[in-house]
């Protein structure tokens, strides 16, 4: 069933879940803790909730926003700030680059409470503008960011958490309850916060190589990694990397796939 929310007919297939707990919005912008400097960037502002709590904090405020009715109604409602711009676009598809300013070119701070449906490519789609990107915070599905911060050998850990936490810090910061949204969603929810790395404190690696790398080690996840990456690597390469090659893909950690990855690198 759709819902009207403050007059809005609630979408479905935008993932419109809109946050109705100022608790929660609080709690978000807090964890922000948005400075007077601040170029910050919010993904699918909705009907503006926490967008009011972040416009008068920040120098600049850029929204990407895909449904159309909503554009008037957050023309009228922020109509006053002068450091707010609404972008009608779908983010998945939006130069995140061309928001940073041509002349300070200070770095970006994004927020989203995300459609859930879209937020694994969204991220990825960011990722590849990591270097201009500050911060980011994102309302998930709580087991997508369990994911997303998984440790090896635990049930969560997979493809998006070694591709999450070799480009990002990534940090689970608190869950949220359906009824914080209206209409409320199925499942539970959560806030990760993930900061693109500024040092690559682990191995270089060519990033294209890694995610299909991780991919294809992840395809069967039941399978030891030597069968997995069995047309890239033999048992003498496992014994180099010191890797035992019949583990399995999960208990790997960040740092083998770099490695495993730089090895094969060397030998294609
Ligand atoms: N941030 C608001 C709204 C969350 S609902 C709040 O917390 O209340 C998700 C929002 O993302 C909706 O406004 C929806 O229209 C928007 N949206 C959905 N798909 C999008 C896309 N591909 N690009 C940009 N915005 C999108």
Same mark, same amino acid.
């Given at each position: 069933m759709s819902k009207i929310v403050q007059g809005?007919?609630?979408?479905?297939?935008?993932?419109?879940?809109?946050?109705?707990?100022p608790y929660y919005i609080n709690r978000i912008v807090d964890s922000i803790a948005p400075q007077p400097q601040d170029q910050m960037v919010e993904i699918g502002p909705g009907l503006g909730a926490i967008t009011e709590l972040l416009l008068d904090k920040v120098a600049s405020l850029n929204v990407v926003e895909l449904d159309r009715d909503l554009i008037p109604r957050l023309q009228t409602k922020f109509a006053d700030a002068n450091n707010f711009q609404i972008h009608h676009c779908d983010a998945l598809k939006f130069?995140? @680059?061309s928001l940073v300013n041509s002349e300070n070119k200070q770095k970006l701070r994004i927020v989203g409470n995300l459609p859930y449906n879209i937020s694994t490519p969204l991220i990825f789609h960011l990722l590849q503008y990591k270097t201009h990107i500050q911060d980011m915070y994102f309302m998930l599905q709580r087991e997508v960011v369990e994911r997303i911060c998984a440790e090896p050998s635990t049930k969560a850990y997979g493809r998006l958490s070694v591709m999450s936490q070799y480009h990002c810090e990534t940090q689970m910061l608190f869950t949220v309850p359906p009824g914080a949204f209206q209409p409320a969603p199925k499942v539970n929810s959560a806030i990760v916060r993930l900061m693109p790395r500024s040092i690559q404190p682990l191995k270089p690696v060519k990033e294209q190589l890694l @995610?299909?790398?991780v991919t294809e080690s992840f395809?069967?996840?039941r399978k030891t990694i030597r069968n997995n990456l069995k047309h890239w690597l033999c048992e003498t390469d496992f014994e180099l990397l010191k890797i035992e090659p019949s583990a399995r893909p999960e208990t790997?950690?960040?740092e083998d796939y770099l490695?495993?990855?730089n090895l094969i690198e060397n030998k294609l």
């Open positions: 809005h007919q609630a979408r479905k297939r935008f993932g419109q879940n809109f946050l109705a707990e130069d995140f @680059a @995610a299909k790398v395809n069967q996840r790997l950690t960040v490695t495993l990855t």
